[in-house]
């Protein structure tokens, strides 16, 4: 059938979630897909692994007409138009190497308005047949990827790239974006002389925030800790709590009600009225905590938001970047702050196990959710970890995240890792984390009688530790990869591959000491 799959009326969030399965959008992603579906021209300056794709893809498939996407590089070209093929997507590509015939079925998809997105090398799109051709298609956008090639002093420039000047004259009413992820100010502005995009807008990132300041801690008491956070550090100010589930934002907006703070619940479950209020009143007024699930923040720009905090982890670096990334939008000092524990990395793993989508989607899904686990267990500079994974390169750590202003110390694991594991297995991988820590600290219950679990060698081999050191050991096991819990197993705790060399006794390891949980509850601030 010759039907788009994809209807104009569709949105680019639309797109975004069922075509290529993401989320959300990265930062900028979204503000250039809607500057193109508007009509207007951009210039986008992203580092590499950034996702300068998505910014001119969706466009191009939400707008009518094929976009036209002129890339120099011929084997990038054909590895992307099959990626897009896959997920369904139109897309063909034209250039120099291919047959004939080939080329005119293209061409003849073409013009019967079959396509999504057409791949182009530059030679081949200023042939004067072709340029005619495109006069009769009808065309949403031209995308010129590695734009720094029109620049001679760029580090690439490439001759075919100048006659790209004309197609501002040619086809003036049709978007123009530029992309490219290495551009100093110089190349830029010639970048934007030769493609005649001085008044489009520029978006130019660089991922990364100053100004906040991005914390992660083990959860404890997470309602305390939260708590203690707010009034030590931002009462009076205007923040975001995030949290998993309704209830749990219900709860949470409940709690800060009665300790006084201006906290309001948003979450998909609400009335559209009092949704519409709470997000009205989070603007409007000063110091107002909404409280909510993700479904909260798109779109919302508040500039003085000092705060945003997370009570549950978020599935992805895209997701914890694009959450925090509303703190601190006018550039004054905001914090990001959030605290997990075991039981949020089981349960995530869970709900990714048991969620619908194939292999290939679960795959990727748990590759995003493990590099949001290694930042919440990194020792290093977090934002120096953040900026890497979006492509941007920090060159010294950034002296403003708690890894920075309190190095974690270290210890080495390698033996409790291996007493860990082992118990895991002599207890038939069937148990959960708390049992394991009974057998590991030689408790003695009927449960662990009924399984003859005193009897076996690991039984009571850990005395060394408390049952909260232990959890710290096994949620950094968990998060690592070392140990999984069973989707089936009502989060029953399971050795992976990974284990093998420390059980073996070839790797060590080293792990996080978690900061020691406070003495008490101060109920009012000392001093
Ligand atoms: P660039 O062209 O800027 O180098 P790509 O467009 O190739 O970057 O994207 C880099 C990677 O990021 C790809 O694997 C892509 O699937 C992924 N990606 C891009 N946008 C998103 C998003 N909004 N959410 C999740 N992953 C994304
Ligand atoms: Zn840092």
Redesign the pocket.
């Known amino acids: 059938s010759t039907e788009k799959p994809v209807t104009p009326t569709v949105s680019p969030e639309q797109v ?1 979630h069922q075509v ?1 399965g ?5 930062p900028l ?1 979204g503000d250039i897909v809607h500057e193109l579906v508007d009509g207007g021209n951009a210039l986008v300056l ?10 001119y893809q969706i466009p191009a498939m939400v707008r009518p007409g094929t976009g036209i996407v002129i890339s120099p590089l011929i084997a990038l070209m054909q590895d992307q138009v099959a990626a897009l093929n896959q997920l369904g997507v139109r897309a063909a590509f034209l250039n120099s190497s291919m047959a004939p015939e080939q080329a005119w079925q293209t061409e003849n998809t073409l013009l019967r308005g079959e396509l999504d997105l057409l791949y182009c090398a530059p030679e081949r799109l200023l042939q004067p047949r072709m340029l005619e051709l495109l006069e009769s298609a009808s065309l949403s956008l031209f995308a010129i ?1 590695e734009a720094h090639c029109v620049s001679q002093w760029g580090h690439d420039f490439r001759s075919d790239y100048l006659g790209l000047s004309m197609l501002a004259e040619r086809f003036p009413a049709i978007p123009r974006i530029a ?1 490219t ?1 290495t551009a100093d100010e110089r190349t830029r502005k010639e970048i934007a002389e030769r493609l005649s995009l001085t008044q489009a807008r520029h978006f130019i990132s660089g991922f990364d925030r100053p100004n906040i300041q991005y914390r992660i801690a083990p959860k404890t008491n997470a309602n305390t800790q939260l708590l203690d956070f707010i009034r030590e550090e931002h009462a009076g100010d205007s923040g975001i709590v995030y949290c998993l589930s309704r209830n749990k934002v219900d709860a949470t907006a409940r709690l800060l009600q009665q300790k006084g703070y201006n906290a309001l619940p948003y979450h998909a479950g609400l009335a559209a009225g009092e949704r519409a209020e709470n997000q009205e009143r989070f603007l409007r007024e000063d110091g107002v905590i909404v409280v909510a699930t993700i479904a909260f923040g798109m779109g919302i720009d508040k500039p003085d938001v000092r705060f945003v905090a997370h009570l549950d982890l978020p599935k ?1 670096l ?1 997701a914890y970047y694009q959450e925090t990334g509303r703190a601190g939008r006018d550039g004054n000092p905001s914090t990001a702050w959030m605290v997990y524990g075991l039981q949020d990395v089981i349960k995530l793993r869970q709900m990714l196990e048991a969620s619908q989508g194939n292999d290939h989607f679960k795959r990727v899904e748990r590759q ?1 959710m493990d590099a949001m686990l290694g930042l919440c267990e990194i020792t290093s500079c977090r934002r120096q970890a953040l900026l890497r994974y979006f ?1 941007d390169v920090l060159e010294k750590p950034c002296g403003n995240c708690d890894t920075c202003l309190t190095p974690p110390e270290t210890w080495d694991g390698t033996e409790a890792v291996r007493k860990a594991l082992s118990c895991v297995y002599r207890t038939g991988q069937r148990f959960g984390v708390n049992y394991v820590i009974d057998v590991l600290r030689g408790a003695d219950n009927d449960r662990i009688r009924q399984a003859g679990h005193q009897a076996i060698s690991t039984w009571g081999i850990g005395t060394e530790l408390s049952a909260t050191q232990w959890k710290s050991v096994f949620r950094q096991l968990v998060a690592n990869g070392y140990l999984r819990a069973d989707p089936e197993g009502y989060g029953a705790l399971v050795l992976t591959e990974q284990c093998r060399s420390v059980l073996r006794g070839e790797a060590t390891l080293e792990l996080r000491k978690d900061p020691e949980r406070k003495a008490s509850r101060r109920t009012s601030r000392p001093g």
């Open positions: 975004l290529f993401y989320e959300t959008f990265r992603q992203m580092p590499t692994g950034g996702g300068k794709s998505l910014c990827d992309l992820a992805s895209e995003k492509g």
